[in-house]
Nanobody, 120 residues
């Protein structure tokens, strides 16, 4: 199983970016998916989570600016980031709880990080 993230880059404050993360390989089912970020010298934090049914959660720091969505048919999760601030600069990573065969356990898989840099 692999998670491939894309969409990071450099953007000015107030701008927007959209991240994508596609899961591939031997996948039976995907449960919760999410995006995390880690800034230099800081701990990794959850920025958006989404259940298989579409329920979402966000920390106050991004609520109203970030939107997570998923396409279950494509095993893909997205993160639309608007009104970006310099403090949003970080490496963003996607995560998914995946079951590789019926009756198996759920395991967390991680994509490679994608760097988002917001200039002031």
């Amino acid at each position: 199983v692999q998670l491939q993230a894309s969409g990071g880059g450099l953007v000015q404050a107030g701008g927007s970016l959209r991240l994508s993360c596609a899961a591939s390989g031997r996948i039976f089912s995907i449960n919760d998916m999410g995006w995390y970020r880690q800034a230099p010298g800081k701990q990794r934090e959850l920025v958006a989570g989404i259940t298989r049914g579409g329920s979402t959660n966000y920390p106050d720091s991004v609520k109203g600016r970030f939107t997570i969505s998923r396409d279950n048919a494509k095993n893909t999760v997205y993160l639309q980031m608007n009104s970006l601030k310099p403090e949003d600069t970080a490496v963003y990573s996607c995560n998914a709880d995946i079951r590789v065969h019926p009756g198996g356990s759920w395991y967390p898989y991680w994509g490679q990080g994608t760097l988002v840099t917001v200039s002031s």
